[in-house]
Structures are given as C-alpha cells and as structure tokens.
C-alpha cells in the first residue's frame, strides 16, 4: 500500500522558515516525480514545487522561487520542502504527492497518490 505522510507544518512569523518532509512508503516505482501542493481556504490547489526521481530535476511555481527548496533522500524514502522568507500568502494545507508516470509536471490530475497533509500557517 502506497502511502505518503507529511509533517513539520506549524505556526510561524512572516519572514521565518519551516522544513515539510514527506515520507513515502510501499511503492518500488522505477521513475516517478514527488510533488508538494498547498490549497488554502476558499482557493483551489496549485502546485507548488516537484522534483523528479530519475534525475533529480526539479520545478517551482514562480511565487515560491528562490524561496523554497525540494530535495530528496532515497535512503530514507523521504522528500523535504524547504521554504525560508514564508509570506502570509503562503499559509495553506501542504500536501505531498506522487505521480507514478514521471511527468515531473505540476497538474494535480496527474498525481496518483497523496497524503494527508500539513497546516501551514504564515502570521503577518
């Protein structure tokens, strides 16, 4: 059974930093791209960062951009998001996800499988 858990969301101060990781267990995918999403309330749910596990390419939206960073480590099945200069804006429910084609894109249609997320909250 896939399974994918996010942690490391909480509360925190314009300008501060916070690192999500997600761990990911029961899939043995040769090529597949992880995948971490926000919706905050009232808005649909964009896609924030992704990083493919072939290759390591990765992808930002252009609001996060120079603010946050994927990684990975496939020793311990987990990928993090770290995400330094936080804004209000950024306040959301992070998910992280899986998409077991590879695309390395940002469409949650693509994304097979998700975890439950994390809050995420930016105070002003």
């Known amino acids: 059974e896939v399974q994918l858990v996010e942690s490391g969301g909480g509360l925190v101060q314009a300008g501060g930093s916070l690192r999500l990781s997600c761990a990911a267990s029961?899939?043995?995918?040769?090529?597949?791209?992880i995948g971490w999403f926000r919706q905050a309330p009232g808005k649909e749910r964009e896609g924030v960062s992704c990083i493919s596990s072939s290759d390591g390419t990765t992808y930002y939206r252009d609001s996060v951009k120079g603010r946050f960073t994927i990684s990975s480590d496939n020793a311990k099945n987990t990928v993090y998001l770290q995400m330094n200069s936080l804004k209000p804006e950024d306040t959301a429910v992070y998910y992280c996800?899986?998409?077991?084609?590879?695309?390395?894109?940002?469409?949650?249609?693509?994304?097979?499988?998700w975890g439950q997320g994390t809050q995420v909250t930016v105070s002003s």
């Open positions: 029961g899939f043995t995918f040769d090529d597949y791209t």
């Open positions: 996800a899986v998409d077991v084609g590879g695309s390395n894109w940002l469409i949650s249609s693509l994304y097979d499988y």
